[in-house]
């Protein structure tokens, strides 16, 4: 396993959304999550759109972002029902938002559905100063579908695009990191997510291309890099 010797454990931290989407969340799973969100300074901590003011209240003064995942898992609501989970999130404080794209839409190749869904989700977020990130969903999709997002993505301009929801049966591949980053190039982020678990997996993000990492295992992954970052130091 190999350390780069410019990403220091703050920095690996500062590249984390720190995630609980689970359906039986309760209030102390989330009074866990940014506790150690705040801890670690995490990028952001990733949640249904629900608990999004609970959240903010848990984070205020810590520099810590609310994402919001809207439509999430499936993708499959009409894109007025997905601006209004989005205007709703936003009121309740979200600083980013993940939403996941209607894969059917480009399965069937109505990629003027998928821009126009794109355009409009991006300019809402964008109005409201808050970053919009896109879930492609990468398991459902052909190497071709995916390189087609993305280059509705490099005209469109989120802030970001991303792997998975790490919902579907596969999560983030390196391979799919990289076509999604060589298509974007320098104007959109990658970021990678579902089934990260290891420093070694996220390792390999990296060094694909990703610029943030989401998952549920960000302390693990920051306290198994902590300890080869000061061996490596030492």
């Known amino acids: 396993m190999e350390i780069n010797r410019n990403l220091t454990p703050e920095k690996l931290a500062g590249m984390m959304d720190h995630t609980f989407l689970k359906a039986y969340a309760v209030r102390s799973d989330f009074e866990k999550l940014c506790s150690e969100a705040r801890s670690y300074g995490f990028a952001m901590v990733a949640i249904n759109s629900g608990p999004v003011k609970l959240c903010k209240e848990l984070l205020t003064g810590t520099g810590v972002h609310v994402g919001a995942a809207i439509s999430f898992p499936l993708g499959q609501m009409a894109i007025e029902s997905k601006l209004s989970e989005t205007r709703q999130a936003i009121e309740d404080g979200a600083d980013e938002i993940d939403y996941v794209l209607n894969i059917g839409a480009l399965k069937m190749g109505n990629d003027a559905y998928i821009q126009h869904e794109m355009k409009s989700m991006v300019s809402l977020c964008h109005q409201s100063g808050v970053l919009c990130k896109v879930i492609f969903e990468n398991c459902y999709l052909t190497k071709e579908e995916i390189a087609r997002a993305a280059r509705i993505a490099a005209e469109v301009r989120p802030d970001f695009i991303k792997t998975s929801t790490g919902f579907g049966p ?65």
């Open 170 to 234: 596969s999560g983030a591949v390196p391979e799919d990191v990289a076509l999604m980053k060589e298509i974007v190039g320098s104007q959109v982020r990658v970021k990678a997510a579902g089934g990260i678990r290891t420093w070694d997996t996220c390792r390999l993000m990296l060094e694909a291309g990703a610029e943030r990492i989401g998952t549920s295992n960000s302390v693990h992954i920051c306290e198994e890099y902590k300890l080869l970052y000061r061996s490596f130091q030492s």
